[in-house]
Nanobody
Framework: QVQLVESGGGLVQAGGSLRLSCAASGRTFSLYGRGWFRQAPGKEREFVAAIGWSAGNTYYADSVKGRFTISRDNAKNTVYLQMNSLKPEDTAVYYC????????????????WGQGTQVTVSS
């Protein structure tokens, strides 16, 4: 089994930055795909970013391209989401996800999920 724990959420003003972390424990050697998703109140969970084993395999939603950066530290079993130029529409609960084989934009592709961390961007 794999456990994922997110941290780094909070309240920030528009234009500010936050860095989210997602630490994995358990059977972490099998975690090829790591992703970030978000869910705002009344909306479906949506894809934000994903990464394979290296920075050469990263994918972003159009809404965050150029503002967010996903990265991973395999030695620490941790994935990060650096969020810059934040907008009020980025407000949501952010979830990290992991999977032994999948690193894409579909939530159903991931076997493991964290509990989420709230990000609130004030205008």
């Amino acid at each position: 089994q794999v456990q994922l724990v997110e941290s780094g959420g909070g309240l920030v003003q528009a234009g500010g930055s936050l860095r989210l972390s997602c630490a994995a424990s358990g059977r972490t050697f099998s975690l090829y795909g790591r992703g970030w998703f978000r869910q705002a109140p009344g909306k479906e969970r949506e894809f934000v970013a994903a990464i394979g084993w290296s920075a050469g395999n990263t994918y972003y939603a159009d809404s965050v391209k150029g503002r967010f950066t996903i990265s991973r530290d395999n030695a620490k079993n941790t994935v990060y989401l650096q969020m810059n130029s934040l907008k009020p529409e980025d407000t949501a609960v952010y979830y990290c996800a992991a999977d032994p084989q999948y690193a894409g934009a579909t939530p159903a592709g991931y076997d493991y999920w964290g509990q989420g961390t709230q990000v609130t961007v004030s205008s």
